[in-house]
């Protein structure tokens, strides 16, 4: 039976009155165009001009400032260092942050309270624990007179002040304080995973390491997307924590892009080059996180 024109009619007029018409949401693109898109563009232009921040008459260089970035020893290695940190910190973060999640997440007595102590560090303002460590860092620090203390003299160091030390030694920070970010989001992904699938697992004679390859890990897929996603935009764009720590030295020993935009543009007064760094910076943050994010949507897919 054939429905006659108006019956076909009403579900269209039942949209309509239930859909808000789109220039309900042209105040809050106005506002975001104000307050985002358009300072971004004029950055972006500036990255193109010579501007000291001061001067309001600056000239167009085109990509002299992109060029001389290249010819920068001191930005090619910022960019090393920042990509270094930034990988350290996904891997070894996320690994240590899934050992405590599994760890809590047994039948220990005590896991309420350990949960509450792994998590306290990254509820602490960066800059207050980057401060806190280069006290406990120091030459005379707490960590060296532990070390004398029980006859380690020979594993004391200048933690901070050695070129060959002191990028691990944020990385150490930067680690003990968010590792316990990533165990939470493991953890809420390890308490959605049923348990009667690890049963069923146990009767078919999986033993415990099986069990997490082939039946939590697939379903942690998730949770791990979350923690690699921000923990390595978190780590490119590192600045609070590595300039409280070494100032990006000694020397050039640990200055990351974001250091060194701050460094040329407010200490040297080259805001045109800084904007160039900037720009690049920008571009690594969106090429690393839309291909990491791609890939583990495709691992998640799969796993599904």
Do not use: C
Not at 115 to 139: C, Q, S
Not at 163 to 190: H, K, N, R
Not at 236 to 263: C, E, M, R
Request: net charge neutral.
């Amino acid at each position: 039976m054939s429905r006659s024109p108006h019956a076909k009619r009403l579900p269209r007029i039942r949209q309509a009155r239930t859909t808000p018409p789109w220039w309900f949401a042209l105040p809050a693109l106005l506002l975001f165009a104000f307050v985002v898109l358009v300072p971004s563009a004029r950055g972006v232009y500036y990255a193109f001009t010579d501007w000291d921040g001061l001067d309001p008459h600056f000239s167009f260089v085109g990509l002299d400032n992109f060029s001389d970035m290249l010819r920068d020893a001191d930005a090619t290695q910022a960019i090393w260092h920042t990509l270094l940190i930034a990988v350290s910190i996904t891997v070894i973060q996320n690994a240590v942050g899934l050992v405590l999640a599994l760890g809590v997440n047994s039948a220990i007595k005590s896991r309420n309270m350990l949960r509450v102590f792994l998590f306290a560090p990254a509820v602490i303002t960066p800059i207050v624990t980057a401060y806190l460590w280069r006290n406990l860092l120091g030459p005379d620090g707490a960590v060296n007179s532990l070390l004398g203390a029980i006859g380690l003299n020979g594993w004391e160091q200048d933690w901070l002040g050695d070129p060959d030390l002191a990028l691990w030694a944020i990385v150490g920070v930067i680690v003990w304080q968010f590792a316990g970010y990533s165990m939470v989001i493991f953890l809420a992904g390890l308490q959605s995973v049923p348990r009667e699938v690890h049963e069923a697992a146990a009767i078919d004679g999986a033993g415990p390491v099986r069990r997490f390859w082939s039946v939590t890990r697939p379903l942690l897929a998730p949770a791990f997307t979350i923690n690699l996603m921000l923990s390595i935009i978190g780590g490119i764009k590192l600045f609070d924590q590595v300039y409280a720590l070494t100032g990006g030295g000694p020397g050039h020993a640990t200055d990351t892009l974001s250091t060194l935009i701050y460094k040329d543009a407010f200490t040297l007064g080259e805001f045109g080059y800084s904007i160039a760094l900037a720009v690049v910076l920008t571009i690594i943050v969106a090429v690393a996180s839309t291909g990491q994010y791609l890939m583990l949507s495709r691992n998640e897919r799969a796993t599904s």
